[in-house]
C-alpha cells in the first residue's frame, strides 16, 4: 500500500443556500466497468474460435449510489463502513480524482486529501523535490516553499529518506510525507485515507495533535477508518456505507455502536 497527497482548487462560488457548506454531495452515483473475457454460448465460443480473439463483456459495478453527504465548515465526519462499500471512492470523488457517472460535488475552500495509491507524488523524486512540486502546485510560492519545507521534514521525521527517491519508501514512510505535505500546507478542507493507521504510535499521537488544532480553528475533516477509537477521538459525525449507499448518517457514537451491533450479528 502507498499513499500520497492530492489537491482540489474550490467551486468557484457557494450554492444557493450552503453558506457554511465545505463540501455538498448531491444524488451522486460511481459506477465503474470492467471488462472481461467470458464465453457464455456456442455461438460465442465459435466466433471467439474463428476470429482467435476474446470476448469482451462489459459489466458495470455501482461503487456508489445515490450519494448525499453536506459537511459544514468545521465539521469532522467519519465514513465507516466494511471493505468494498465504496469508503475510498467517496473520498476521491470529494478529493476531485474521479468524476461522478451521476449527480454534483462541490467543495469550498482549499482542499488536500490523504489518499492510498500513489496519486500525486512522483516516484521517481525525491521526498524534498516531491514536497516543492506538490506545494507549487498548491499555490504556494517559492518563498513559502522555501519556508514551509524545514516544518514539513520536521513533521514527516524520515530522517535522510527524503532525500531519496519516494519510489524507495516504505509506505509507512510515505504516509508520513503525505501527510505532513497535507497538514502543513494549510488546507481548509482535509480528506484522510487510513492514513492513520500506517504510523507508529508517536507518528500517530503527533498526527492527533495536529489534526485537533487544525478542527478547533475551524477546519472541515472527512477521515476514513476502519479503527474506531482513532475516529471517535476525531469525528463527531458517522456517515455508514453499505455496498455503496449511506446506511446511516448520524452522532458518531450512534453511528459505531449500530455498526458494532450489524457485525456481532453476523458472527
Ligand atoms: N478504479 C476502479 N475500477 C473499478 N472498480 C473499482 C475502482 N475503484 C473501486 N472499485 C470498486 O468499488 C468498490 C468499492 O471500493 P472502495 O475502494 O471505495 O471501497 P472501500 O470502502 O474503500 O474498501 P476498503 O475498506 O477495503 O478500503 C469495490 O468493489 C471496488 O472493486
Ligand atoms: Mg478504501
Known amino acids: 500500500m502507498s499513499f500520497s497527497t492530492a489537491i482540489k482548487r474550490s467551486s468557484p462560488k457557494l450554492s ?8 455538498v ?3 451522486v452515483t460511481k459506477r465503474f466497468y470492467h471488462y472481461e473475457h467470458r464465453t457464455t454460448s456456442l455461438r460465442e465460443a465459435f466466433v471467439r ?3 482467435r480473439r476474446p470476448i469482451h463483456v ?6 456508489l449510489r445515490d450519494f448525499n453527504l453536506q459537511v ?3 465539521e469532522a465526519v467519519a465514513l465507516i463502513g466494511s471493505n468494498g462499500s465504496g469508503k475510498s471512492t467517496a473520498l476521491r470523488l470529494i478529493a476531485g480524482i474521479y468524476a461522478p457517472s451521476i449527480g454534483t460535488i462541490e467543495t469550498f475552500g482549499r482542499l488536500a486529501a490523504v489518499i492510498e495509491l500513489g496519486v500525486g ?3 521517481e523524486l525525491t521526498g524534498v523535490e ?3 512540486l506538490y506545494a507549487s502546485v498548491m499555490g504556494l510560492t517559492r518563498h513559502e516553499i522555501a519556508a514551509g519545507l524545514p516544518e514539513i521534514v520536521r513533521f514527516a521525521d524520515i ?4 532525500h531519496e527517491p519516494v519510489k524507495y519508501y516504505s509506505s509507512g514512510m510515505q504516509a508520513r510525507l503525505a501527510f505532513a505535505v497535507a497538514v502543513c500546507v494549510n488546507p481548509e478542507i482535509l480528506l484522510l485515507d487510513e492514513v492513520l493507521a500506517v504510523g507508529d504510535h508517536a507518528f500517530r499521537e503527533r498526527c492527533y495533535d495536529r489534526l485537533t488544532a487544525f478542527r478547533d480553528d475551524g477546519g472541515t475533516l472527512v477521515v476514513v477508518s476502519h479503527d474506531a477509537s482513532s475516529v471517535r477521538r476525531l469525528c463527531t459525525r458517522a456517515l455508514w456505507l453499505e455496498k455503496g449507499r449511506v446506511r446511516m448518517d448520524a452522532g458518531i457514537d450512534e453511528v459505531l455502536s449500530a455498526y458494532d451491533a450489524a457485525a456481532d450479528a453476523h458472527q
Open 16 to 23: 444557493d443556500g450552503l453558506g457554511a457548506a465545505a463540501v
Open 25 to 27: 454531495c448531491r444524488g
Open 49 to 51: 474460435t474463428i476470429l
Open 58 to 63: 462489459r459489466t458495470a459495478e455501482f461503487t
Open 72 to 74: 459544514k465548515r468545521g
Open 121 to 123: 507524488f512522483h516516484p
Open 130 to 132: 516531491n514536497v516543492s
Open 159 to 162: 530522517g535522510e529518506f527524503v
